[in-house]
């Protein structure tokens, strides 16, 4: 659709990204398939601008507004200028740890206050919500006991998907000193979360400690990313009974009887599918860094099929 609106207008007149100094030359729409699209005024005839109005939803510029709210985060983390806003608070007042919660919509937020009236309710202390576009940005937790745990923001993502109709997806990062370099940490949490959704994933709660691990393997060759599999699995597939029951022994932290609980196995059949993959590729899965291979590899084995 955007492709036939660029050959009417012109290529130069259509943007799909809004500029924090140009994004006011244009008149914003959004598509029936979520797209965010801008025509340029000066390209555009108040009938066109009419017509247009009634065929997609026209935004208003404070859907669009680069946020003013917590000015010194936005350059800090996403330009990564100036100072930790945190070394200009008073160090009497300072959290002990603060944890980033990244969140992800494929669909535009429309009316922010609202979304973030509900993220404070939830919360019940001092958070900060900053904005980095119009259907992403990051919340800051501020940390003086405990967190909110994995099940509460379950919870929360259920209930803002169910009462606001929006499907948001949160990546939770790890505790970090407020005063350490957080525009950094903030930017290798994002590059995983953006990782971790590209994989598509039910889970809509995601936790960077879970995740990175496909961070790092994705920056392997894509050939050793199709290899390692093979090497240290013996083209084995993740249906087969004995890698299903190796994967589940590796997440009980090697332990037979939890393994046993979960798969609904006997302890002598999970013994039994250990010796055989051992037999069948020479790994001893009681070793730590043996177990680690293995566990990578089928890591990467999920990712290719």
Known sequence: MIDKIAILFGKDSISISPQKNTYMDYTWFLSESQEVFGIKNSRMSNEQKSLLSGIFTKLELDTLLFPTAHNNWNEYLFNQNGKNPFDLEDESKLPVSVRFIHFYSNQLFTNKAEYEEALHAFFHKEVLIIWSSSKEGVIIEKIDDQPLHHSFLEHMQEIIAADLYHDVSFFVGKHYNPLSD????????????????????????????????????????????????????????????????????????????????????????????????????????????????????????????
């Open 182 to 305: 957080l525009h950094l940490y903030y930017d290798i949490e994002h590059q995983c979360f953006l990782k971790a959704i590209k994989l598509k994933k039910q889970n809509k709660v995601l936790w960077f400690s879970k995740e990175m691990i496909n961070y790092i393997l994705s920056f392997l060759p894509i050939e050793l990313q199709n290899e390692l599999p093979k090497l240290f699995l013996n083209n084995m597939k993740l249906e087969d009974t004995i890698l299903s029951t190796v994967k589940i022994y590796l997440q009980n932290n090697m332990n037979v009887t939890a393994t046993s609980k979960q798969a609904f196995l006997h302890r002598n059949t999970v013994q039994y599918r250990l010796d055989k993959f051992t037999e069948q590729t020479g790994i001893d899965l009681k070793h730590f860094e043996d177990g680690l291979v293995v566990y990578l590899a089928v890591r990467l084995l999920e990712i290719i099929e």
